[in-house]
């Protein structure tokens, strides 16, 4: 069965202090990796897609990175205005639906 | 282009009472998804629409569900009877084929009393 874990479960930082999210999945047949950001009481918001090992994606202060087993959500000297819950997505191959399969998702508190 | 739009935001209903929800996804989205979220979870997937048809259900889905989305536009997803472990967000999602990613609506949340 797919599957995908995140972790941490909550992550604490300082305005600036780097850090990695860490999603590690099992799937079938790995068609996409997606990484989003949801704020609190609103709808996940897409940031990348990864599809093959190897690959990296950046958008300001993130990086996305893809193993065959795992992949990390790298934030940069980040900013209060990051603070989120950063969910970690998987699609397989199977079926004609694409519906994703997401983990619990990392809550990253970002303090001044 | 003004994204996904969900109504209502929030609906609180007595147990067994009927809701509705309705999704109005991106117009040139020919796929069309729900998903459920509970506190602290990751969304978890329900059903599934390309154009009109509906192509998958979730075992979450059970018979108290419907969801439809007439002339693959707007869907409509109904909890009859609802129960207090329907308390939700409820989420609807677009995309379109071969498209790189959903874009996800703000949900309708839920709260049976």
């Known amino acids: 069965e797919d599957q995908v874990t995140q972790s941490p479960e909550a992550l604490r930082l300082q305005e600036g202090e780097s850090s990695s999210l860490n999603c590690s999945y099992t799937?079938?047949?790995?068609?996409?990796l997606f990484w989003y950001r949801q704020d609190p009481g609103k709808g996940p918001e897409f940031l990348f897609t990864?599809?093959?090992a190897g690959e990296e994606k950046e958008k300001e202060r993130l990086k996305a990175t893809l193993t065959k087993k795992e992949s990390f959500l790298h934030i940069t000297a980040p900013k209060p205005e990051d603070s989120a819950t950063y969910l970690c997505?998987?699609?397989?191959?199977?079926?004609?639906?694409?519906?994703?399969?997401f983990g619990t998702g990392t809550l990253l508190a970002v303090q001044p | 282009d003004t994204g996904v739009s969900q109504n209502p935001r929030h609906k609180i209903t007595k147990r067994g009472q009927n809701v509705t929800f309705r999704c109005d996804p991106i117009?040139?989205?020919?796929?069309l998804y729900w998903y459920r979220q509970t506190l602290g979870q990751g969304p978890e997937f329900l059903t599934y629409?390309?154009?009109?048809?509906?192509?998958?259900k979730s075992r979450l889905l059970s018979d108290r569900f419907s969801a439809e989305r007439p002339k693959g536009s707007f869907s409509t997803l109904e909890i009859q009877r609802t129960e207090q472990g329907d308390s939700a967000m409820y989420l609807c999602?677009?995309?379109?084929?071969?498209?790189?990613?959903?874009?996800f609506g703000s949900g309708t949340r839920l709260t049976v009393v």
């Open positions: 999602a677009s995309s379109q084929t071969g498209g790189d990613g959903y874009t």
């Open positions: 799937v079938s047949g790995l068609r996409g």
């Open positions: 990864l599809y093959s």
């Open positions: 997505a998987v699609q397989n191959y199977g079926g004609a639906t694409n519906k994703l399969i």
């Open positions: 117009s040139e989205h020919n796929r």
């Open positions: 629409f390309q154009n009109e048809a509906q192509l998958e």
